[in-house]
């Protein structure tokens, strides 16, 4: 059983309150047998949730699971009030220090500061998110300031950014790994020969060097 205590004096940014009801609606949404979350798995666990009063919930499962904290904390864990439920899927309304201004579709969102925000105020009054739909244009993109960043690169890319001394290029260890996966009950992959066949054969090296810029770190067989 846990019990969560909400803070207080949070506000949707459509004005209206913060409040365990908005909890208990949401986990029973994300996990309802018509839901379309993408990771209703992650709430598989949950047996029953209750609002003890406007600022205390109590969630109960129906066995232990010691990811349970960790789920809470994904996206796709997040509280949507009823009231605007339906129409988050283009106007979506949260808690966060940003709020929704406008979405052009296939261009870019645009987020705005939110004065009513709850927690420490961001320095950013603005954010926008551009959609880059050719690969090729990330790089110039980000070397001529008409963006301040980027998620990911291709690897080929690292070369042209090390050029302009703008910037510095570090290079590191992720949790990123890039498997080769195989079925282990269909044939011929239900055989340890095949597998082990199969896994001395891998040049995991050339592999890396052709497909990653050589940015990369062999790894064994999982």
Known sequence: VYTFKLHSGV?????????????????DRARADNSVNAQKGLFAAIDTVEMVDPATVRITLRNPQS????????????IVAPETADTNKETPVGTGPFKFQN??????????????YWGAPVSLDKAEFRIVTDAAAAVPALLSGDVQAFPFFDPDSVAQI?????????????????ILSMNNKKPPFDRLQVRQAISFALDRKAIIDG????????????
């Not at 990811?67 to 997040?78: C, E, I, P, T």
């Not at 090390?162 to 890039?178: L, N, Y």
């Not at 497909?211 to 999982?222: D, E, K, Q, R």
């Open 11 to 27: 506000k949707f940014h459509d004005g209206t309150d913060f409040n365990a009801d908005d909890v208990k609606f949401s986990l």
């Open 211 to 222: 497909a990653s810029a050589g940015l990369g770190v062999p790894i064994g067989s999982h």
């Open 67 to 78: 990811s349970f904290l960790y789920n809470m904390g994904w996206g796709d864990a997040v």
């Open 162 to 178: 090390q050029g302009d001394p703008r910037f510095k290029v570090v290079i590191g260890a992720t949790e990123g790994e890039t």
């Open 103 to 116: 979405w052009a579709k296939g261009s870019s969102i645009t987020l705005i500061k939110s004065d009513a």
